[in-house]
């Protein structure tokens, strides 16, 4: 089955949900154009809920307002973060926690960019891509010790597997630690192997606890977020 969107953005490049959506909405039209069925497949539950429920379009954040709040996250606590949103924006501080260190710089930006709380334009969806009650909507639970085994097995795989080459290429890219791309789970890891900070062992063990914990806030994501016309299923038969 052709996969589109994979691996087709810069890592260099901000991207955001908003973006996808854009994307997204071209792929369906060619998809619809050849009577295909589109089958959306992923793991972070808020692209699932903008597809099918739309999306704040929020205007996109200037390079230099995004660049001065991650400086200041170098150098200031998360809760020093949160009393600043505190005095600009009352909204989006009520209801990020104290210790979120992402969304309230994201919520800074926003305000900075726009003058508007992100809690305003979040109120202000955009109409959906997918109608949610022509759509199939399935949510993979798998018990949970057999989930962290197959994670720990999967990375272990992954390091002999091109993952050291591919941090490797991105290292030499040297680009700005606070990139999303910079952060992801395994990257830190394999780069403290490859700058000897870690052996291979304790990269690998650190890399899976870090997917393990991951998995956790999504199960519990899934489970607050999504409603009863999501089918939760444990596995998938092949047949």
């Known amino acids: 089955m052709p996969h589109k969107l994979y691996g087709h953005v810069p890592p260099d490049k901000a991207y955001s949900v908003a973006d996808w959506l854009v994307d997204v909405g071209d792929k369906l039209d060619e998809a619809y154009e050849q009577t295909k069925l589109p089958i959306f497949v992923g793991g972070t539950g808020l692209y699932f809920k903008a597809l099918i429920e739309g999306f704040a379009q929020i205007p996109n954040?200037?390079?230099?307002?995004?660049?001065?709040?991650?400086?200041?996250?170098?150098?200031?606590?998360?809760?020093?973060?949160h009393k600043i949103l505190h005095q600009r924006d009352h909204l989006a501080a009520h209801q990020i926690?104290?210790?979120?260190?992402?969304?309230?710089?994201r919520a800074l930006e926003v305000w900075d960019a726009t003058g508007r709380s992100i809690i305003e334009w979040q109120n202000e969806n955009s109409?959906?891509?997918?109608?949610?009650d022509m759509a199939k909507k399935i949510?993979?639970?798998?018990?949970?010790?057999?989930?962290?085994?197959?994670?720990?097995?999967?990375?272990?795989?992954?390091?002999?597997?091109?993952?050291?080459?591919?941090?490797?290429?991105?290292?030499k890219l040297e680009l700005d630690p606070q990139l999303s791309v910079m952060k992801a789970i395994g990257v830190p890891q394999i780069a403290?192997?490859?700058?000897?900070?870690?052996?291979?062992?304790?990269?690998?063990?650190?890399?899976?606890?870090?997917?393990?914990?991951?998995?956790?806030?999504?199960?519990?994501?899934?489970?607050?977020?999504?409603?009863?016309?999501?089918?939760?299923?444990?596995?998938?038969?092949?047949?």
């Open 61 to 81: 954040v200037g390079e230099e307002v995004r660049k001065l709040w991650r400086d200041k996250a170098e150098e200031k606590t998360a809760e020093e973060l």
């Open 97 to 105: 926690k104290s210790n979120d260190t992402q969304r309230i710089l």
């Open 127 to 132: 109409a959906p891509l997918i109608d949610k």
């Open 139 to 171: 949510v993979l639970m798998p018990k949970r010790d057999v989930l962290y085994d197959r994670i720990n097995v999967r990375f272990a795989q992954m390091f002999d597997s091109g993952a050291i080459e591919e941090v490797e290429n991105l290292l």
């Open 192 to 239: 403290a192997y490859l700058q000897g900070d870690m052996d291979k062992q304790q990269a690998i063990d650190k890399a899976s606890q870090a997917t393990r914990n991951y998995a956790k806030r999504q199960m519990t994501w899934f489970r607050n977020q999504l409603d009863d016309s999501w089918k939760q299923v444990d596995s998938i038969p092949f047949n």
